[in-house]
């Protein structure tokens, strides 16, 4: 997922708890083996620039505004940091979320059409994301949690480069790797950051997180693992002082930490459409021979 987006102008998102269920006046549609929903109450959420929010004005007028709360789809119309804000803002909600491109890069976006949007919620199949959980430990001992859809990057924050220490489920994996930083990525975000520091793409239903270094000096040759996906990571940053570094998650950072836990969050599933035949396996596989 590639994610730079204008801000996100959601028109009043809210959490809640989340609800396993049909939504109501939802009818289960089943095609091919696929489950579909046939979606009607749609909650339209836009980019803060001009593009998009016409595109929501004109959608809004023809097919109404339901509030979040009673909505059975949210539409977000932008770019991939659009998607990514409206996951991270309703991940209390059990709704899925359809995006039409408005925005740059759209790797999580359909198509845009604003002539056939009911036909195609009705027919779009769905892509369950599990989020990382970053828990970061500043000098102090305090800890700072934020979700990561894409990945969870710790980068050098100074004029050398960061020298980090890897544990895997609790084992020393790497008792020093000094590089510019590294990152664990979802399979969905393996396209992102994770495919321009040449780590792999991985399938959307693989069980996998990739570890991958940027820029790694020692050991010169180290390109990263690929990591089961119940997997804890943990950097421990060596010589913090001279070496500082920041933590983010996705756009969330943390700055000076001097320890970074990195999970998977099997309980929170982030539910994505797609047309069909346009889904995410499809489009990693097409990305790697673009």
Not at 196 to 219: K, N
Not at 258 to 285: K, M, N, Q, T, Y
Request: proline share 6%; aromatic share 4%.
């Amino acid at each position: 997922m590639r994610k730079r987006d204008a801000a996100l102008r959601t028109g009043g998102l809210s959490s809640r708890p989340a609800r396993a269920r049909v939504p109501a006046g939802a009818v289960p549609v089943r095609r091919s083996g696929i489950r579909r929903l046939a979606l009607s109450r749609i909650h339209f959420v836009a980019s803060a620039v001009d593009l998009a929010e016409a595109a929501r004005d004109r959608l809004t007028a023809r097919h109404g505004q339901a509030p979040v709360e009673a909505a059975d789809v949210i539409v977000a119309l932008g770019g991939d940091g659009l998607m990514l804000s409206t996951l991270h803002a309703t991940e209390g909600l059990d709704l899925p979320v359809y995006g039409m491109n408005r925005g740059t890069v759209g790797f999580l976006m359909n198509a845009f059409d604003e002539a056939r949007l009911v036909e195609r919620l009705s027919a779009a199949e769905e892509a369950v994301i599990n989020p990382l959980r970053m828990i970061a430990t500043t000098a102090d001992g305090s800890q700072v949690e934020a979700l990561a859809i894409n990945e969870v990057s710790i980068l050098r924050a100074g004029p050398q480069a960061a020298k980090l220490r890897i544990l895997v489920d609790g084992r020393e994996r790497m008792a020093e790797l000094v590089a510019d930083g590294a990152l664990v990525c979802t399979p969905a975000g393996s396209t992102a950051y994770n495919y321009s520091a040449h780590g792999p793409i991985l399938p959307i239903g693989a069980d996998i997180l990739a570890l991958t270094p940027m820029a790694a000096f020692r050991p010169r040759r180290w390109r990263g693992a690929l990591l089961p996906k119940a997997a804890r990571v943990d950097f421990e940053v060596l010589e913090p002082d001279k070496r500082p570094v920041s933590a983010v998650a996705d756009s969330r950072e943390v700055r000076n930490p001097l320890r970074i836990a990195i999970a998977s969050v099997p309980d929170i599933a982030h539910r994505i459409l797609f047309d069909p035949g346009h889904g995410l396996e499809e489009r990693l596989i097409r990305e790697q021979f673009a």
